[in-house]
């Protein structure tokens, strides 16, 4: 596993939450890269926000005013499960480091959804922070096809090596 991955993590909202976040968002993005086999250190932004902070996002940047759990703001159009040869043109030169994009997840919604699902915080954070990095990396669920079940499965097989986060 790369271990000169940057993770950038702030939030905009207050939780009780904090640390349990941080480490659940760290491992899973880790562990996406790793099962991705991306060759090279990447860099990730993460918001931390709520129903209205991401409801304002949502609204700036895709013209939906409605709250969500999960944004996701790829840097490079990649196609899904077909990562490019050769990563030289996508490293930063000064920090060497392939920025990625940004992800925002709305912490209150994804307890809300880990109370409906029946499962943990832990487990609802870590699948959304899953499901935005294989969108940073190109993958895609809008034509509920092949895409969408290639997501979804790819969502579990990682999900499910972490600890705590297998069904």
Known sequence: MIQNNKINISFDCFTIHRWPVISIIKEAVLKSLQMQNVPVPCEINVLITNDKGIRSINKASRDL????????????????????????????????????????????RAVRQAEEFGHSMRREVGYLTIHSVLHLLGYDHLDNGPQKDMMRQREEEIASSIRGMSR
């Open 65 to 108: 005013d409605k709250a969500t759990d999960v944004l996701s703001f790829p840097m490079f159009q990649f196609e899904a499960a077909k990562l490019p040869d050769n990563w030289a043109e996508y490293l930063d030169p000064e920090t060497e480091l392939c920025a990625l994009g940004d992800m925002v997840i709305s912490l209150e």
